[in-house]
């Protein structure tokens, strides 16, 4: 019998591909989603996951070298962001069509912030780009996404972890993928070097000096770690200890554990390792947790 599966996706930039690999293992394994939560780029995985392109999607992101990024990214010179997001969006249209998120496979439900007023938002209807462009807002990277005359920024800056927004049904487990999570991470061998010295990188980091030019501060050392830099750690740190809170607090039957330091946040050229990362990691949680894979539906498992 297969176990129903209510899943919570985090936010966490480019490591948020890591999700599509954890669905591919829980899937393999028996396990069937009944509904889905995320924040971020967990809103936007777990969005096309509910419209049932996750495979189109993965192929088209397996296919993107640094340039094809590069293209995608729609830099500005702004105070509101580096980027305005667009691109992107129009260009995974074309892969997975638009719907309205009532109209999915499955209960769905993405989390943005309201910048104007502190309030968390929950997107459980209506179009659903509007829903994920919202919940991707990183503050300083995207420009904030307008809906009519509320502004929405990241959800992961109110609820990195939406555990307590996932629809539960009796019976189902509750299963949550953590893609910046406080672990060790083994560095395995790549071309540093190559990553290092790309033109992706190189733009940027030109991107943020110039942001950091509009932003009025006393001259900096070199040494010094920079406003904007300062501004996404101070971020990244608010962030996790909310994460750490709601795992306390609302405690999954099964946690799927993604480094935070395995890639950074904008490795987006690097889906297939990503997506690597996160299978590997749902394979380590269900092998410390068989009793889920006993009680799954897996052939031979009986």
Request: net charge neutral.
């Amino acid at each position: 019998m297969k176990r129903d599966v209510a899943l919570v996706l985090s936010s966490g930039g480019a490591r948020g591909y890591a999700h599509v690999g954890a669905i591919k293992v829980l899937e393999r394994y028996g396990f069937r989603i009944t509904s889905i939560a995320g924040t971020s780029m967990g809103a936007l995985v777990g969005g096309i996951y509910a419209t049932g392109r996750l495979n189109a999607f993965e192929e088209w992101a397996n296919s993107l070298d640094i340039m094809e990024v590069l293209k995608l990214t729609d830099f500005t010179i702004s105070k509101k962001g580096l980027v305005k997001g667009k691109k992107v969006i129009e260009k995974i249209k074309e892969i997975v069509p638009e719907r309205n998120i009532e109209d999915l496979n499955i209960p769905f439900c993405a989390v943005a912030t309201d910048i104007l007023d502190g309030t968390e938002a929950l997107f459980t209807k209506g179009n659903l780009y509007e829903a994920v462009r919202a919940s991707i807002s990183i503050p300083t990277v995207f420009q904030p996404h307008r809906i009519g005359k509320r502004y929405f920024v990241d959800g992961g800056l109110i609820n990195p972890i939406p555990v307590n927004r996932v629809k539960r049904s009796d019976n189902d487990i509750l299963v949550v993928v953590d893609v910046s999570a406080p672990i060790p991470y083994d560095k395995k061998t790549v071309d540093a070097e190559k990553y290092n010295d790309s033109r992706y990188s190189e733009q940027i980091r030109i991107i943020r000096e110039k942001l950091n030019n509009l932003i009025p501060s006393r001259k900096e050392n070199d040494e010094d770690i920079s406003i904007f830099n300062l501004s996404n750690m101070s971020i990244g740190t608010m962030m996790r200890r909310i994460s750490e809170l709601t795992l306390e607090k609302h405690r999954p039957d099964l946690l799927i554990s993604v480094s935070k330091e395995s890639f950074s946040t904008y490795d987006f050229y690097k889906a297939a390792e990503i997506i690597n990362e996160g299978e590997e990691a749902a394979l380590r949680a269900l092998k410390q947790n068989e009793t889920f894979i006993q009680t799954s539906g897996v052939p031979g498992s009986d």
